[in-house]
């Protein structure tokens, strides 16, 4: 049997799950009277919900006799620690791109690391049948792309499809006939080379040896390491071992379950062989980046070196007045041991104890990557105070402090590019293109420190009309830019505990924007709502009208009052200065200030000057 490994390539809402699924159809992956949920690649909740993809997944398609191994990666730059690792198991990249917004940053991320290693490219123009498509544009704007990422000739040289994965084709020309996936799958058979122990049978000879990418629980054989054979063979009950180039030996284990891919499915074999991507199980502390190999292999294989994290954040356990009332894991051991458990399986994220011991630091990509693994523990019953996130400065070569920067992309109308690029000027960004990209939207490529990014998002939306669409991943390090001014407004500060008012809620509307429901627990300490001028003001929610036994002359009004502005979590986390904390709970989702007492507070802002 012909085999292929290939990786899909996309930016987010580019239709990469969709073209996945239709591939499944037209494999005959599923039969044509099963029922199949729509983007049956993204099983994870919040994949579902947010309609992106978050964990990276392996799976198979059989078409005419050839098995292609595809892997669906994550579209977004935070995520891409999975990206890295996962390109290091496949022979030939799909890059996915809309017709209509071309190549996107985190397109260009993902696309240099393939680039990079050598990956063939089969670029894939999607959406071909939107009304604002631009493919031939597109086209050029691709080849633009490689130039620029240095792609060496044979990389440049790059077959390219037009397809429409909704509608289920794919043509080798806009004026071909639109039929089916035929196109898509003889490309990949006839450009993306066998994986090279097929092509060189003296490696399947060889002593066993895979590289493990992808962690992962079953509920009945416990964890399972992923990845693709490099040499020789494997078998259920064969003896092996982890081995660490840092480590040396890590443990020896029997084999005990070996899955292959099947569409969907994990499908248990007895045996596989170099060129083949499988999942084993058995082992007990073997981890990501480990080698999994026969006995008598010494070397371990080399690994991709995983881009560093650019932000941080401290869990720690609520310490809040409502502290356990909502959520089953409170103790910071136990949030300590899920941190643990969540670096073992993402490379990506780092773990360390503050001085105090009392909480977590924990290093990522981004505010979206951290933000999913909050919103993951919230679900699993995990009660945290977060703190805002912090950059993470490097030092160079001269001793300067150098702060991380990102590309940032922006579609936005006409009428809006003046307040944004004012707006973005203001956190130290810099204009570096701009371009009409039709139907009156203007394209703004700018490189901006991470630092002035930070609680930005909202304000963009809320400027551009909610029309505006904003794209960033990481570009470099670069020296420190200067202060950049926060939050302009203070915040309502709730100084009593009890169930909020509607009455004082009422009252307080003309002071600034209220953030919570009446009837809802609040405590000393505890933002409430955000002031109408720059300084933080203490309030109490709780002040009812006062009653007596004199009939009023007048009628009494009905209070009405404006819908509160409900912060989602990661507009919660950006919006937080230094000195707050958000508390996250199961069922809720609470600003408060890091100190309660407020002559703690003083105390402390003395302190800080």
């Not at 790059?158 to 039929?179: E, H, K, Q």
């Not at 992962?216 to 693709?228: E, H, I, M, Y």
């Not at 480590?247 to 020896?252: I, L, N, P």
Request: hydrophobic share 40%.
């Amino acid at each position: 049997m012909t085999l292929r490994n290939i990786a899909i390539i996309a930016h987010v809402d580019h239709g990469k799950t969709t073209l996945v699924d239709t591939l499944f159809r037209q494999s005959g992956t599923f039969r044509e009277n099963q029922q199949v949920q729509e983007r049956s690649m993204d099983r994870n909740d919040l994949e579902k919900e947010r309609g992106i993809t978050i964990l990276a997944k392996c799976t198979s398609v059989t078409w005419r006799g050839s098995r292609i191994n595809v892997v669906d990666t994550p579209g977004h730059a935070d995520f891409g620690g999975e990206v890295e690792r996962i390109l290091s198991m496949v022979d030939g990249v799909v890059l996915l791109v809309d017709a209509a917004e071309g190549p996107m940053p985190q397109t260009k991320f993902v696309t240099q690391k393939a680039l990079s290693l050598g990956l063939k490219p089969i670029v894939v123009i999607n959406k071909v049948d939107r009304p604002d498509g631009r493919p031939d544009e597109v086209h050029e704007e691709v080849f633009d792309l490689f130039v620029a990422l240095d792609a060496n000739e044979e990389q440049l040289d790059f077959p390219t499809l037009y397809a429409s994965g909704r509608g289920g084709w794919a043509a080798r020309a806009l004026d071909d006939p639109r039929t089916d996936m035929t196109p898509l799958f003889e490309t990949i058979l006839s450009y993306v080379p066998e994986p090279k122990p097929l092509r060189d049978p003296t490696i399947m000879d060889m002593p066993f040896a895979m590289l493990a990418t992808l962690l992962d629980r079953d509920p009945f054989v416990g964890r399972t390491l992923t990845g693709r054979i490099e040499q020789g063979r494997v078998k259920t009950g064969m003896p092996i071992k982890v081995i660490n180039s840092a480590k040396g030996v890590v443990e020896q284990f029997r084999v005990s379950k070996l899955f292959a891919f099947d569409g969907l499915e994990r499908t248990p074999v007895d045996e596989a062989q170099a060129g083949d991507i499988v999942a084993i199980a058995g082992f007990s502390v073997g981890t990501v980046a480990d080698t999994l190999c026969a006995l008598e292999v010494t070397d371990a294989i080399a690994s991709q070196p995983i881009d560093p994290p650019t932000l941080s954040m401290t869990f720690a356990p609520n310490t809040s007045p409502l502290a356990g009332r909502e959520g089953s894991k409170v103790q910071s051991r136990v949030i300590r041991d899920r941190l643990l458990q969540e670096a073992e399986s993402n490379v990506a994220i780092h773990i360390t104890e503050n001085k105090e011991q009392d909480a977590m630091e924990v290093a990522g990509r981004g505010e979206l990557q951290l933000g999913v693994l909050i919103e993951t523990m919230r679900r699993e019953g995990f009660e945290l105070s977060i703190s805002r996130p912090r950059v993470l400065f490097q030092q160079g070569e001269k001793g300067e402090r150098l702060e991380p920067i990102e590309e940032v992309m922006i579609d936005v109308d006409e009428a809006y590019t003046g307040t944004v690029i004012e707006k973005m000027t203001e956190r130290k960004a810099e204009l570096k293109d701009m371009r009409p990209s039709g139907l009156g939207k203007t394209r703004l490529t700018m490189l901006a420190p991470s630092r002035g990014l930070i609680g930005y998002h909202g304000e963009f939306l809320t400027d551009t009309r909610g029309t505006g669409l904003m794209n960033r991943v990481f570009h470099s390090y670069a020296p420190y830019k200067g202060p950049i001014r926060g939050r302009h407004n203070g915040v309502l500060i709730s100084n009593i505990a009890g169930k909020a008012v509607a009455f004082a809620l009422f009252n307080l509307e003309d002071r600034g924007i209220i953030m919570i429901d009446p009837g809802q627990d609040v405590y000393e300490g505890m933002i409430i709502g955000e002031h109408s001028r720059d300084n933080d003001l203490e309030v109490n929610p709780l002040k009812g009208k006062q009653l007596t036994n004199i009939r009023a002359a007048g009628k009494d009004e009905q209070v009405r009052l404006t819908p509160p502005r409900i912060l989602p979590l990661e507009a919660a986390i950006a919006y937080i200065n230094d000195d707050e904390l958000v508390e996250v709970t199961p069922k809720s989702i609470r600003l408060r200030k890091r100190y309660l007492d407020p002559n703690e507070r003083k105390r402390a802002s003395r302190a800080a000057e």
